[in-house]
């Protein structure tokens, strides 16, 4: 009995791609949502990319037209299936939940934040390029390089 509840609850990917139903509709709606727009732009880019290659080939107007039409219109649906499979869709829904719980700093500390992580870098950079001229330097008059 608990093996058909445990296979009922871990439905395949494939079997889930080919159904129509939006699983637990009402939570992880933001994530959700957001994380089906970003598989969505992909696709878009993607079939933008190729559709740009396609178009200069030897394969006519109409094939570079098809070919990302059909790959796009099955992007959107996977990408909407995605986030409906049980096993993703209950790890963005832990993920809204715990992004709930995050306390978001104010402005004031954002910019004190912001403004520490800019320094840190710059100093960074400055020390490293720094250090690059020094040890060049060096080996240059020890004649290791030239």
Same mark, same amino acid.
């Given at each position: ?29 933001? @994530?959700?949502? *957001?994380?089906? *727009?970003? /598989? ?26 098809? /070919? ?5 219109? /099955? ?7 995605? @986030? ?26 954002? @910019? ?16 490293l390029f720094l250090f690059d001229i ?13």
């Amino acid at each position: 009995m608990s093996r058909d509840i445990a296979a009922s609850n871990n439905s395949p990917l494939t079997r889930e791609l080919f159904s129509a139903g939006v699983y637990k509709a009402n939570q992880g709606r933001i @994530v959700r949502q *957001l994380t089906c *727009l970003a /598989i969505w732009i992909i696709v878009g880019l993607a079939c933008w990319a190729l559709y740009s290659s396609l178009r200069g080939s030897s394969l006519g107007s109409t094939a570079a037209s098809v /070919i990302p039409a059909v790959l796009i219109a /099955i992007g959107v649906w996977t990408g909407f299936r995605v @986030v409906n499979w049980p096993r993703f869709a209950d790890f963005l829904i832990a993920v809204e939940a715990e992004m709930n719980k995050v306390t978001w700093p104010g402005k004031d500390e954002l @910019v004190r934040a912001a403004f520490v992580v800019i320094f840190t870098i710059f100093f960074l950079a400055v020390s490293l390029f720094l250090f690059d001229i020094i040890w060049q330097q060096v080996f240059s008059t020890l004649g290791v390089t030239m």
